[in-house]
């Protein structure tokens, strides 16, 4: 029993119980997908985390922030993909911010959180868990959008990153603390104190979205969506790297709200050595849209990965190809 996806994992951990195969409980796919569950269970354990409440109001949200003070993160407490995520800076801003994570969270009874802002560089840990013992196996390196919004528009990965060493023990205290037993996972944290000391944002009981497992696999060779495989028939992983490289990922989104008019790339972008793909994720005439009004689903155009000796040099080719693309809405 396995799933890759946000919202199935409650029903994935409920049917593996039932049919005795290897899985999480339900306890703890409900803390995954709960924020302010994870969020209690981080303290308990003791785990570095951001300070959090859960409301259900906007006279809730101002009292909150107030009492963790400004700015604040408001989100809904059981999205993905930063999905109606906004930072407020000022009691005006949180009236907006507040609206469109109550708007996201409609639907879901786990409501609204508003939670301590922290500052520094964005990673995630990618981690496989197999009977409570857990391997961080490398370190995604974030690239956000512009604030107040949380939209990540690329990640790299680098073998034998030296960041895996300093938050993987985080990443394994975090998923100790909700009880994650077999699975890969996905550890979202931030680097605060200039970047010496990771604090958690949330534990994603799957795999992580964006061709993550697709980079680490490319930059080490370990190759996460078949570890997943193994651990959920009761196999062993093989988690030894055979690649010591790096692989980065960037999403083109739209310039405007509006239709896509034009989408093209320069020909001589798909003759680069270092290009492992570049993929068009929309057609002309389909409708685009930028947060909060439009989601990754639809504010994203293409995405473009490439591999090299390091992340910087991935990065790099990446910026240079972003100036190839071009794209029109009207």
Known sequence: MLTWDEY???????????????????????????????????????????????????????????????????????????????????????????????????????????????????????????????????????QLGAPPHFEEIGHSVEAGDPLLALAGPVAIQALHAVGFANGVSHVEMRLTDGGSTPRLIEVNGRLGGDLIPHLVREATGIDLPLAAADIALGLQPDLAPTRRRAAAIHMAYAPADGRLTHAAADPALREQPWLERLVWEKQTGDRVALPPAGDLGIARIAHIVARDTTAERCLQHLADAASHLDITVN
Do not use: W
């Not at 407490?77 to 969270?105: E, F, K, N, P, W």
């Open 8 to 142: 199935a994992q409650h029903s994935a951990a409920y049917l593996a119980n039932a049919f005795g195969t290897f899985g999480n409980s339900v306890a703890t796919a409900h803390a995954c997908r709960n924020k302010a569950a994870s969020r209690e269970a981080f303290a308990a354990f003791g785990v570095p985390s951001a300070a959090s409440i859960r409301v259900d109001s906007l006279d809730q949200a101002r009292a909150a922030a107030e009492n963790i003070g400004y700015p604040v993160v408001v989100k809904p407490a059981a999205a993905a993909g930063s999905i109606g995520v906004s930072r407020a800076d000022t009691a005006t801003d949180l009236a907006h911010a507040y609206t469109q994570a109550a708007a996201r969270a409609a639907g879901h009874r786990f409501g609204v959180l508003v939670e301590e802002y922290l500052d520094g560089p964005e990673i995630s840990v990618e981690c496989v868990t197999v009977r409570g013992t857990t391997t961080p196996v490398a370190v995604t390196r974030k």
